[in-house]
């Protein structure tokens, strides 16, 4: 069973729009991690930010994490139709056998030229 | 450096078959993780191996299995083929396990039963 949560289910902007998608999840973890997908291919690494960090940045992304309510929320700034494809977050917690990513449902995103 | 390759893309398999997947991880990484995603269960963790063991195994039946070669390329298996299984089955490579350092994920197998 998938431990995130991911709102809203699907998006749609309008080139050089902000776009945000929100992930809940349900237990402690070590790290978060968003992924994207695009039309069914392979998961790409977008970002990863630590459970004893606040907020990452990486170009047009902006990551936050707030452990006390078990929330992380991907800002993607002045969106391409490029960005159009699924986010994924996903959980990582380490220790012993455990050690696996617990996906999110996903948001679907479409950018309109 | 090279990534993740998957074979093969596409694969259509008769319901009781059974099916082998590859997947070479990226040079230096010991570590493969498989998984499977449908449209009504998402990516669902299926087993990892490290170092030709298997570390790690998801909430799957028996009829998957997998396995790691010494050059830590690896393979699932997937015996007496139900529809259900239709899925894209992605692997992914990471250097200890993730850990925090991330996975690469390969392009996927589409499995189609029919």
């Known amino acids: 069973s998938q431990q995130g949560e991911e709102d809203p289910q699907a998006l749609s902007i309008q080139e050089g729009e902000n776009a945000t998608m929100n992930c809940s999840y349900k237990?402690?973890?070590?790290?978060l991690q968003w992924y994207r997908q695009n039309s069914g291919r392979g998961l790409v690494h977008l970002i990863l930010?630590?459970?004893?960090?606040r907020e990452k940045h990486s170009g047009r992304l902006r990551v936050t994490l707030d452990t006390s309510k078990k929330s992380s929320s991907l800002l993607i700034t002045a969106s391409r139709a490029a960005d159009t494809a699924s986010y994924f977050c996903?959980?990582?917690?380490?220790?012993?056998?455990?050690?696996?990513?617990?996906f999110g449902t996903g948001t679907l995103l479409a950018v309109q030229p | 450096k090279a990534g993740v390759t998957q074979t093969p893309r596409y694969l259509i398999k008769t319901r009781g078959q059974q099916v082998t997947l590859s997947c070479s991880p990226i040079?230096?990484?010991?570590?493969v993780s498989w998984y499977q995603q449908t449209p009504g269960q998402g990516l669902q963790f299926l087993f990892e191996y490290f170092s030709e063991t298997q570390r790690n195994k998801g909430n799957f039946p028996g009829r998957f299995s997998g396995r790691q070669f010494s050059n830590s390329r690896s393979e699932m298996n997937v015996s007496t083929l139900e529809l259900g299984d239709s899925a894209l089955y992605l692997c992914a490579s990471s250097l200890e396990g993730g850990r925090g350092y991330g996975y690469t994920f390969g392009s996927g197998t589409r499995l189609t039963v029919v």
């Open positions: 040079s230096g990484h010991r570590s």
């Open positions: 996903a959980t990582e917690v380490f220790g012993g056998a455990t050690n696996k990513l617990i």
């Open positions: 237990t402690s973890i070590n790290n």
């Open positions: 930010i630590r459970s004893n960090e």
